[in-house]
């Protein structure tokens, strides 16, 4: 099935540095979301991106439109523990559908 | 507000059997979607309903059905099971309208097909 591009696919950083990811689609999106998903769990919605050109944050997370609209960043300020996780973005496809990114894994080095 | 849920979370089935999952959205919320999320293929879209209409389908065998209620509970039905159906399914709700489009996920049922 269609997926977007998420990047880095996985990745280790210590306590308290920021981390930025980043996911790519083949189209332009006007909406994008961003979630979090621990094991076992259902994904959980970090942050909606629905106007280019702004910031939009949620606490330590940031995320914005990139300049094509084809591509999407959330960064993570300061990292905790309990950032751990797979993080994953999603777009609209046609009506009334998402696709979703392939994850990135992010642990944490306390 | 209480969130999505879904029951039950943890099924054990056999191949060739059936299965029905079960999805309560948040309250007011009109729009149920499906997903699977499998290892390797991620997570992939199956099907949307509002006000109890399908209007729109994921890429999936006919195996997979659902339908939705006039409470807006959906459920999703797999038939003839086959191993590969094995997967975290996940139920989302919005409010469905043009507007805002956020999807909330539910916690998942996890099916494992034997």
């Known amino acids: 099935g269609q997926q977007l591009n998420q990047s880095p696919q996985s990745m280790f950083i210590q306590e308290g540095e920021d981390v930025s990811m980043n996911c790519t689609s083949s189209s332009i999106f006007n909406t994008w979301l961003w979630y979090k998903q621990d094991p076992g769990e259902g994904p959980v919605l970090l942050i909606a991106l629905y106007k280019a050109g702004e910031l939009t944050s949620n606490g330590r997370l940031t995320a914005q439109f990139g300049i094509t609209r084809k591509d999407s960043f959330l960064n993570i300020s300061a990292s905790i523990p309990s950032d751990v996780g797979i993080y994953f973005c999603?777009?609209?496809?046609?009506?009334?559908?998402?696709?979703f990114g392939t994850g990135t894994r992010l642990k944490v080095l306390a | 507000k209480a969130g999505v849920t879904q029951t039950p979370r943890y099924l054990i089935k056999t191949r060739g059997q059936q299965v029905t999952l079960s999805c309560s959205p948040i309250?007011?919320?009109?729009?149920v979607s499906w997903y699977q999320q499998t290892p390797g293929q991620g997570l992939q879209f199956l099907f949307e309903?509002?006000?109890?209409?399908?209007?729109n389908k994921g890429n999936f065998p006919g195996r997979f059905s659902g339908r939705q209620f006039s409470n807006s509970r959906s459920e999703m039905n797999v038939s003839t099971l086959e191993l590969g159906d094995s997967a975290l399914y996940l139920c989302a709700s919005s409010a469905g309208t043009s507007g805002r489009r956020e999807q909330f996920f539910g916690p998942g049922t996890r099916l494992t097909v034997l």
């Open positions: 309250s007011g919320h009109r729009s």
């Open positions: 309903y509002f006000s109890e209409t399908q209007r």
């Open positions: 999603a777009g609209p496809s046609g009506t009334y559908k998402y696709i």
